[in-house]
DNA sequence: CGTTTAATTGACATTATTCAACCCGGGTGG
DNA sequence: CCACCCGGGTTGAATAATGTCAATTAAACG
């Protein structure tokens, strides 16, 4: 853990994570500042997470909130029989555990896919966290409410669509959200997914997953390797699942093309 | 539409439905007072729907909240070849459109399953609603959590587990929902969903609802009829679909028992 | 009554899973 | 340097789950 009461440079990690939260969330203008201020303020320190390692365990309490500065974080529930469902992924920008800080424990677990850096916010919890700190309230419930989105537009594609459409709606999002922090390069995603996490997030098997990309891959669509994804026609990826990235409510993107 | 300002008796619908939705947030407790006091202040009006009419259409601009006072409602996704996806429902209590002030639209469609009477909730958007209504944005905020939690666990359902692990679920959760507002008598759910309700729900086939209640019905653990469905084994279904009702975040529902 | 809507059933097609084998590149230790 | 091993990844064949189509029944309603 690292201290940051005495390091807040102007572009100090939780100053530029903060920012990446606030960059989101235009809908919210005119608590900018105030968003900021909570986050600066009630920044406590920052926790280094290697890969692979359990963040915060199904029913375990987690009485603070993160925000993730760096690396991948799976949340997922393992089920009897080995199955696994992972229900979200966060990214940089993005705030853990918002839910901790009105509900007891989580009913999930959170995993560092990859090594992950995270700054730890200790906030009142309850009644105190919306009367004295307007602007993490509205950053959290913000949060909320695009995850809540995220989510449904999952359970769309987990009940209604066939794995070709699963895949490539799960590839555009990818896109979006990483463009939406600045960590996509041309055509390319690069992740730290192997098949059986994509399995695992589209809800069927590995080998599925596997002819699933063949099927793009031999219609120049879309090609996995190691570490990342090409996209050769992004084009067909939206047509294909019907993507309409208005869910994530990245309302500047629309403005920005 | 009735206009509500004149009609504030102490057991009057607003109140009532204020009652309920406050009732699930035991975690807030310190809110309570407020809560109740910014639904009674920013009630407007209240609205009467008939059965499947829409009320809100994706896409469709819907700057205020509602709080559900009786019926049930669907939020939906239509896709192309006619399939849909029933993402959620709402009951008594439950508010509607919890993320129409934070976002500008919303990429569902909400519809009203059977009549259904609405407390409109007139509140500033953004930064405002943080600031002076802490009560409501409070109540938002939890709603979003429990939803996002909600959906979370539908996620799960939906990804990872088989058509009978899938209704089993369902069932337990309605029961636990209705529960929770007092709707249910003895061992019946009473409900306006029909097979292709579920089927919508579930993200299977109606076909292959109707052959899974079939299932059920064999081995005495569960009944459909029509407008209901009898619970002949709750053990086993909760059993069936490892149902853990933590998700739904009724901190209360444990302490009750 | 006839008409409509939902539920039910069977035969068959499709999709996805399971199992089993094999490949391939990157370590690791002899 | 090579043999081995290991974690993905890839492939095919057999199986199971679920979907589609078509026809029938049942209940609900004017």
Redesign the interface.
Known sequence: MTDLSTTQRPDSPIEKAAHLLRRKMT?????SD?IIRDVKTLACDRIEISANRPIVKE?ERCPQIYLVEAGWVF?S?G??SG???I??YALPGDILC??SL????S??DFTARTSVSLIRIEAP????L??RH??L??A???T??Q???I??????S????DSLEKLAHALCELEARLSAIGQMRGRTIELPLNQEDFA?I??ISVIHVNRTFRRLSEEKIAEYRKGAVDLLDRARLAEIS?F?A??L?Y?WVALQR
């Open positions: 809908s919210l203008g005119g608590l105030s029913n949340r529930r089920l009897a199955r696994r469902q229900v979200n918002s839910d009105l509900f007891e424990t009913s999930f919890q309850g009644p105190e919306f009367e307007p602007g309230a509205a959290i419930a913000w909320l409410g995850e809540e989105s989510l449904a537009e999952r359970v769309v987990l009940g209604r669509r695992d589209l809800g019907a309409d208005a869910y409510h309302d």
